[in-house]
């Protein structure tokens, strides 16, 4: 079965300081991987996505992910936290395979970025 | 403003009335999909559409929701006779997929309608 996990509810990192949300998937192919961040009351913004080709991949906001295909991970970081970066982070996966192209999401992780 | 619209973005309602809700996808895009999404977890696929098409509905999707995409633009997702239950963000995307697409497409999220039942 298709499913993502993201085993952190939530993250702390003090502004300035280097982030990482995890996130982990199981495919039965090989996959197209997503994040996208939430802000309150909002709808989901695209940040950066994996299809093929170099494991490291650079998104909006000074936000990277890197694809660890042996470690089936996607974790996303950034360098310098700042607060304005305070909010829900989701990863997402397709396998490449499923005609529908349908997404499987996680549960999100919320980050805090503290002053 | 080319992105994704949805109106209404806030939505109170008395249980057992009808709503209705709108998606104005981006222009070119021919794949509309909708979500449902509670607090603290992530989005729950509903429905989805190629260009005028309902292609798939989730088996979590009740009868009394019903989607469409008359003439391959914007869609509407009504719900007849809410529940409580009911009450969550509705959210709206669009992507584009090229003739030959193998899912390597991005999703467009709109901000979403919050629904209340009362």
């Known amino acids: 079965a298709q499913s993502v996990a993201q085993p952190e509810d939530q993250v702390n990192v003090a502004e300035g300081n280097p982030l990482t949300v995890k996130c982990t998937y199981s495919?039965?192919?090989?996959?197209?991987l997503f994040w996208y961040v939430q802000y309150p009351n909002r709808g989901l913004q695209f940040l950066l996505k994996?299809?093929?080709?170099d494991n490291l991949v650079k998104g909006s906001y000074g936000f990277e992910a890197e694809f660890n295909k042996s470690q089936t991970s996607f974790h996303l970081k950034k360098p310098s936290a700042l607060v304005s970066d305070s909010a829900l982070y989701f990863c997402?996966?397709?396998?490449?395979?499923?005609?529908?192209?349908?997404?499987?999401w996680g549960a999100g992780t919320k980050l805090i970025i503290k002053p | 403003d080319t992105g994704v619209s949805q109106n209404p973005r806030h939505k109170i309602t008395k249980r057992g009335q009808n709503v209705t809700f709108r998606c104005d996808p981006i222009?070119?895009?021919?794949?509309l999909y909708w979500y449902r999404q509670t607090l603290g977890q992530g989005p729950e696929f509903l429905t989805y559409?190629?260009?005028?098409?309902?292609?798939?509905k989730s088996r979590l999707l009740s009868d009394r929701f019903s989607a469409e995409r008359p003439k391959g633009s914007f869609s509407t997702l009504e719900i007849q006779r809410t529940e409580q239950g009911d009450s969550a963000m509705y959210l709206c995307?669009?992507?584009?997929?090229?003739?030959?697409?193998?899912?390597?497409?991005?999703?467009?999220f709109g901000p979403g309608t919050r629904l209340l039942v009362l």
């Open positions: 995307a669009s992507s584009l997929v090229p003739p030959r697409g193998r899912g390597q497409e991005t999703q467009y």
């Open positions: 559409f190629q260009n005028e098409a309902q292609l798939e």
């Open positions: 222009s070119e895009h021919n794949r």
């Open positions: 997402a996966v397709r396998d490449i395979r499923d005609s529908n192209y349908q997404l499987i």
């Open positions: 495919v039965s192919g090989n996959p197209y």
């Open positions: 994996y299809i093929t080709g």
